[in-house]
């Protein structure tokens, strides 16, 4: 893997200027201070967010404005319709909060929300996400890797994947009471992917906690794969012998499989993957090999015929 040499300087130090430029073109856009009064407290919940490292695992490509990574989502939990979440996440409360993380492990435990934010020094990282619907951002995530808290559950030998578990509450999830998905999201990675320094366990984007619609409180993030991998509002980490069987694949076992690595030459049941257009783009571009890291994440792979394993 080609490692990179994280820089390490405190954000506090270096505010980085996109994010205080989006901030303030949202504010323009916003009609300035009247209108602050009338936005979602998530917002600004992020102005707490202190001791921020720049991480070297940053792509260095214009980011989508944050206007467009808050309002335009999936999250089946809160309706089909991109701009549903936005609408709809108002009613996830995301304190208290705790994650289980269980099974084959020697040391399993739930761990709090405000423990999990405190676990590792919390790292901006530009990814970008790569839709399986052919659409891409750029967005500057917050987290640590998620082998930081793995490394402290202990995993034993049997541990050979990870089952990640979304909130079930349809009452405060309204688009539970609805089968478009089998309930609650569940998604999974291999142990050594969910190791790799790439995966993020994220509690944050654009300097602030996640907006209810991107997932909060927490979520992942696996830049190398299909959005719909980085699941989100995360209850649950269940390390097991055998794969886990995820939402999507359930719903669709010829259009999701589970690896669902970013691959142009693998095309989707209904459509292609060979191109995406990045959102606030006119123009299509060529889809990366592993949305671009290639030379991080290949080796995970090597010997594995990826057309069968999509
Ligand atoms: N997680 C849950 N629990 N429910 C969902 O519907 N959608 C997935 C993923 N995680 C989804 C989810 C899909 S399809 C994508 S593309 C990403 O979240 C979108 O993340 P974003 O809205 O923060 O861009």
């Not at 405190?118 to 659409?135: D, G, N, Q, S």
């Not at 991107?214 to 699941?231: D, L, Q």
Request: glycine share 6%; hydrophobic share 40%; with cysteine.
């Amino acid at each position: 893997m080609s490692a990179y040499k994280p820089p390490a300087i405190p954000s506090s130090e270096i505010t980085p200027k996109n994010l205080f430029l989006a901030r303030r073109k949202f504010m323009q856009m916003a009609g300035g201070a009247a209108a602050a009064a009338l936005l979602p407290t998530s917002l600004w919940a992020g102005e707490k967010l202190s001791g921020i490292v720049k991480s070297g695992y940053t792509v260095n490509e214009e980011l989508t404005p944050y206007k467009d990574v808050t309002s335009y989502n999936n999250f089946y939990e809160f309706g089909t319709g991109k701009e549903d979440p936005a609408q709809n996440a108002g009613t996830l409360k995301t304190r208290p909060w705790t994650v289980t993380v269980e099974g084959e492990v020697n040391k399993p435990k739930v761990f709090d929300i405000e423990e999990l934010l405190k676990m590792a020094p919390l790292e901006e990282r530009v990814y970008r996400l790569r839709c399986v619907e052919a659409w891409s951002m750029v967005v500057p995530w917050l987290g640590f890797p998620l082998a930081e808290l793995i490394k402290r559950v202990e995993p034993n030998s049997k541990a050979k994947y990870v089952e990640f578990v979304s909130l079930l509450d349809p009452v405060q999830m309204p688009g539970q009471r609805s089968m478009v998905l089998e309930w609650p999201y569940r998604e999974g990675l291999r142990i050594d992917e969910a190791m790799h320094p790439l995966t993020l366990l994220t509690l944050g984007l654009y300097g602030e906690l996640l907006p209810n619609q991107n997932g909060a409180p927490i979520r992942i993030v696996v830049p190398w794969k299909y959005g719909f991998k980085s699941a989100k509002s995360i209850v649950s980490i269940r390390f097991t012998e055998q794969q886990p069987i995820s939402s999507w694949m359930r719903a669709g076992p010829n259009e999701y499989g589970f690896y669902s690595n970013v691959n142009p030459d693998v095309d989707h049941a209904r459509w292609s993957q060979a191109k995406e257009r990045r959102i606030g783009d006119f123009l299509k571009r060529k889809t990366l090999y592993f949305n671009g890291y290639q030379d991080e994440v290949a080796q995970l792979y090597a010997g594995m015929d990826l057309q069968k394993n999509f």
